[in-house]
Nanobody
Framework: QVQVVESGGGLVQPGGSLRLSCAVS????????MAWYRQAPGKQREWVAG???????NYKDSVRSRFTISRDNAKNSVYLQMNNLKPEDTALYYC?????????????WGQGTQVTVSS
């Protein structure tokens, strides 16, 4: 059994910052890529940022200069530092992890953490 739990969301004013965390636990043998996605009301879920096992990072163009993804392999965790937040960043943010566990390799999702950017 693999669990993915996000935290760190909240309400922030435009221009503010938040740091999201995601912890993966369970019978884990290895975690490959990890990523953050988001889903705004009435819109499809979209990829935001990803990080490989070797910490190579990639970003959606609209967040590239403002967000930073990082991971701590010892803690099976991934983070998303979000600076200069804009109202259009408002969404439910999800963590996804590519995990090898006792039942094989699969992608796992968390329940999401809400980020609201509003004055």
């Amino acid at each position: 059994q693999v669990q993915v739990v996000e935290s760190g969301g909240g309400l922030v004013q435009p221009g503010g910052s938040l740091r999201l965390s995601c912890a993966v636990s369970g019978s884990i043998f290895k975690i490959y890529s990890m990523a953050w996605y988001r889903q705004a009301p009435g819109k499809q879920r979209e990829w935001v940022a990803g990080i490989s096992t070797g910490s190579t990072t990639n970003y959606k163009d609209s967040v590239r200069s403002r967000f930073t993804i990082s991971r701590d392999n010892a803690k099976n965790s991934v983070y998303l530092q979000m600076n200069n937040l804009k109202p259009e960043d408002t969404a439910l943010y999800y963590c996804n992890a590519d995990v090898v566990s006792g039942v094989g390799r699969s992608g796992y999702w968390g329940q999401g953490t809400q980020v609201t950017v509003s004055s």
